[in-house]
């Protein structure tokens, strides 16, 4: 069995008396997200009430999910917990180390050969920790977890930012980086800022063309992209009951655009209608035992604007469809205004390509409303202007979609059926018709349309549609197509107007599949063999890292005083470097080449203290390892910010950097640093950085004395003799300096296991 039922009961279990205890505790009515937080505490039962956007706050999420690509670094650093299984439910999902060429089954065959010591390795380190794995081909992980895994009033942590889409099964699923999923998978608590919370009210019916991906177009125009930053967005309303539960999967799929820590919905009988055509019925009957606690409480709903933080209403009765982009997920316009403001803004009219899948948009319902318009095509003898390519989201929707004949449809439309899998989605395509980087226009229901995203050219404009939105326009050919009011010339020049999209819900037969691409793992894996090439470029085993000592944080060189923004892309960037994500040695080797260095405003290019000569950031640290030389790096502001990555602490400490001094941390990477046992110190006094000059050499005088709340002194030594003596700030707790002196929180899981 895929899920877990005995774990979703006891869920249920304690359900009732925790929201009840909060809903005392609060004080006032309760919304689901703050229903699932309150009962996912890691501490049991509530014991007080936390402001939202401030505390933050300790939890234990039910589940885990991984994608390849980010799976690999998190489960080397998991064997360094010396854990026998993961502690919490986890799965590892192959779908994003695909590259979308040819068609489904070469592809595949493809992808196995080039990433098969990668496939190999995950394969054999989920069987031998109790982590259930999904091969290449089984599906996106999104779509997969919410047909397995998700279940109402749940909450899970991925490892991928579209993890959000579990909300469309009424759970609290939230995307993270790697180093939270490990301290779970280790038994640790998972923490998070209390988030605030956006209600989203819908009111009305979908209608004619538009599809639930305008909903969150129209929210995403509203929010912008940075709109959800730290925020829950709950959906209710009667329009919410309205959509299908894969319908609201790709609403909360897309929070991810506007920034949001999460979306949701309430439990409701579309979900009920899914979780029974996936085969759970088990988890339904359950569910609607306790249904008021898998929903906000009604007051809430009725009054929102006295329970959230803020309030949008959406009217689905007159919600037009939107096409978002280019460049930005965020710049909607209803699709019969487009042609004009491309014209305007010159963004090619002709489409060159018709794109439909992704986690977003690749369900039974998606490909059946989008098929429904490619039929007609078909039957008008309309040759497409445009070409196809189509990623189902799993191999349970392939199988069945196979054969209830409608891949057939797109198939006779000359579409070219991928994996399923990311493919386009995220830059994995060979664009069989890329000239160069020609400005040229294509239309996507995928989730994200940056600059390069799909096919890596910066001139390739993406606009973001429903999957029927996308099918209707690629058959036109033409950006400036409006299905509802124009009209497509067919192969004997006749005119020929569109019919509305038609979908079907759930699979009238049922869900059928031959193999699912699951892998159960081995009830007791310790024989299990993690396969690791010896000479692998792509993977490598983590060894512990040795303690700090005290005596080598006197005499430390300045590495690099970094100017201005210094992203976890400037410290660990990504684009080729993705290739090198399991192999610490390898993907070291761009170390902080992002970073502009203070004293000659170039980028990979320090002193190197010793010969006086000036090299790459990686080169001249790895010459300071070589002579057991510790070093600092010093930075701005909100040094660290971005994602998550925990590349960007481990890389440093690998190699080598003891130290991260900065003005001010993003406060996650200031977290990194702290588990992979680095000291992350702030200056006391802001303009102690500018004492900062290039051929400093750096004592922690007081090291021995690191405690909670008190901070250390800091002498620089500069280059001509002359002496500063800095304070410098830290945020340890008790726990935390445990790690420091362990030399990393994994070291210390380490030895309280043994
Ligand atoms: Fe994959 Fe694109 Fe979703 S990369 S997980 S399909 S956002």
């Excluded at 439990?267 to 898998?294: C, G, H, P, Q, V």
């Excluded at 470029?537 to 944080?553: A, M, T, V, W, Y």
């Excluded at 993705?578 to 405003?601: P, S």
Aim: hydrophobic share 35%; aromatic share 8%; with cysteine.
């Amino acid at each position: 069995m895929a899920f877990d039922i005995d774990m979703i009961r006891e869920v249920y279990s304690q359900m009732a008396e925790r929201v009840d205890k909060a809903r005392e505790l609060v004080g006032k009515p309760l919304t689901l997200s703050e229903k699932i937080l309150y009962s996912h505490l890691w501490d049991g039962t509530p014991t007080k009430s936390f402001q939202r956007g401030k505390d933050y706050v300790d939890f234990a999420p039910d589940r885990i999910a991984c994608q390849d690509a980010t799976a690999q670094m998190a489960l080397l650093q998991f064997m360094q917990a010396g854990k026998k299984s993961v502690a919490v439910p986890t799965t590892v999902h192959c779908d994003h180390l695909i590259q979308a060429k040819q068609g489904a089954a070469p592809d595949l065959m493809r992808a196995n050969e080039t990433s098969s010591e990668v496939f190999d390795f995950l394969e054999s380190v989920s069987n031998k920790y109790g982590i259930g794995f999904w091969r290449p081909g089984a599906g996106i992980i999104h779509q997969v977890v919410l047909e397995n895994y998700a279940f109402p009033g749940g909450m899970m942590i991925g490892t991928d930012s579209h993890t959000v889409n579990a909300g469309g099964l009424g759970m609290l699923a939230i995307g993270v980086g790697g180093a939270d999923a490990v301290d779970v998978m280790a038994g640790m608590a998972w923490e998070l800022k209390f988030p605030k919370l956006i209600g989203v009210k819908l009111t009305g019916k979908l209608n004619g063309w538009t599809a639930s991906k305008d909903v969150i177009l129209k929210v995403a125009d509203i929010l912008t992209v940075k709109g959800g930053t730290g925020a829950i967005v709950e959906y209710f309303g009667p329009g919410a009951q309205n959509l299908s539960c894969t319908g609201k999967g790709t609403i909360c799929n897309m929070g991810a655009e506007i920034g949001a820590t999460t979306s949701t919905f309430g439990y409701d009988d579309s979900m009920e209608r899914f979780l029974r055509a996936t085969d759970r019925n088990d988890i339904a009957d359950e569910a609607n035992k306790i249904r008021e606690y898998l929903t906000g409480d009604s007051e809430v709903y009725e009054n929102p604007e006295q329970y959230f933080d803020q309030v949008i209403e959406i009217d689905l009765d007159t919600l037009r469809p939107h096409l978002n982009g280019p460049f930005t997920p965020d710049l909607a316009t209803p699709v019969g205004e487009l042609g004009e403001k491309a014209r305007k803004n010159d963004w090619p009219l002709k489409v060159d390509w018709g794109l439909i899948g992704s986690c977003t948009n690749s369900s039974y319902e998606d490909l059946t409303r989008a098929a429904s318009i490619a039929r007609q095509a078909v039957e008008n003898k309309i040759t497409p202007k445009s070409d196809f390519g189509i990623n189902p989201g799993s191999e349970q929707i392939r199988f069945t979609a196979e054969r209830d004949g409608i891949l057939n449809v797109f198939e006779q439309l000359g579409a070219t059926i991928f994996t399923n899998a990311c493919g386009p989605c995220i830059g994995q395509w060979d664009r069989s018709d890329r000239k160069g980087d020609e400005k040229n226009t294509i239309v996507h229901s995928f989730n994200r349309n940056f600059s390069k995203r799909a096919d890596g050219n910066p001139n390739t404009h993406a606009f973001v549609g429903s999957p029927e939105m996308v099918a209707a326009i690629a058959i036109s050919g033409r950006l400036d197509f409006d299905p509802m009011t124009d009209t497509l010339i067919n192969d004997e020049g006749q005119e020929v107007k569109l019919n509305e999209p038609r979908g079907i819900e759930l699979p009238p037969e049922g869900f059928a599949v031959d193999d699912n691409g699951y892998l159960a793992p081995k009830e007791d894996g310790s024989s299990v063999e993690v396969k690791v090439a010896e000479n692998s470029e792509r993977l490598q085993l983590l060894k512990p890292f040795e303690p700090i000592k005290d005596s080598e944080l006197q005499g430390m060189k300045l590495l690099i005083k970094a100017f201005g923004k210094c992203t976890t892309d400037h410290i660990s960037m990504a684009g080729p470097w993705l290739r090198y994500r399991g192999h610490l040695d390898n993907i070291a080797n761009n170390t902080l080449i992002g970073a502009v260095n203070a004293f000659n405003k170039q980028t990979n290019f320090v002193k190197n203290q010793m010969t006086g000569e000036y090299g790459g950031v990686p080169n001249v640290q790895r010459e300071y390892k070589a002579k057991g030389i510790k070093t600092i790096v010093v930075g701005d502001h909100n040094y660290g910010e971005g994602s998550s990555r925990e590349h960007a602490a481990m890389q440093p400490r690998f190699l080598g950097v003891a130290v991260v001094l900065v003005k001010s941390f993003a406060r996650i990477h200031e977290t990194n640093l702290k588990k992979q046992g680095m000291l992350g110190l702030t200056f006391a006094n802001e303009a102690d950085y500018d004492l900062i000059q290039e051929d400093d050499t750096f004592n922690l005088v007081d090291i021995a004395e690191f405690a909670e709340n008190k901070p250390l002194t800091i002498e620089i030594v500069h280059g001509d003799g002359s002496k500063d003596t800095i304070k410098a700030n830290h945020t340890y707790n008790d726990a935390q300096i445990k790690w420091y002196r362990e030399g990393s929180a994994l070291n210390l899981i380490k030895k309280q296991n043994a």
